[in-house]
């Protein structure tokens, strides 16, 4: 059916940038809104940003300045630019995508996770 991988989190010291990208793949007719959300232990999960087909973007206001999120329609793929990094940003980063499949239903589908640490 439907899979979105994530890739490119890993280890960065703080002030450091890492890109995690999303890809989409399976029966999908049509991606709507896609976006990351973020888990810490201990701490609740988050959402981080979103993107709707037409472009528009919405973030949580602790990675507004530093986080840019875009996405590539042809590719099906989602993207997270992350500057100036935070310890507060680490966490397990997941890709969610709002889709129509090939079938017509319309739902939310998720990847499985990135890790991202920010550490010295």
């Known amino acids: 059916q439907v899979h979105l991988v994530e890739s490119g989190g890993g280890l960065v010291q703080p002030g450091g940038s890492l890109r995690l990208s999303c890809a989409a793949s399976g029966n999908i007719f049509s991606i709507y809104t896609m976006g990351w959300y973020r888990q810490a232990i201990g701490k609740q999960r988050e959402l981080v940003a979103t993107i709707t087909s037409g472009g528009s973007t919405n973030y949580v206001d602790s990675v507004k300045g530093r986080f840019t999120i875009s996405r590539d329609n042809a590719k099906n793929t989602v993207y997270l630019q992350m500057n100036s990094l935070k310890p507060e940003d680490t966490a397990v980063y997941y890709c969610?995508?709002?889709?129509?499949?090939?079938?017509?239903?319309?739902?939310?589908?998720w990847g499985q996770g990135t890790q991202v640490t920010v550490s010295s």
């Open positions: 969610y995508g709002e889709l129509t499949l090939d079938w017509g239903t319309r739902g939310d589908y």
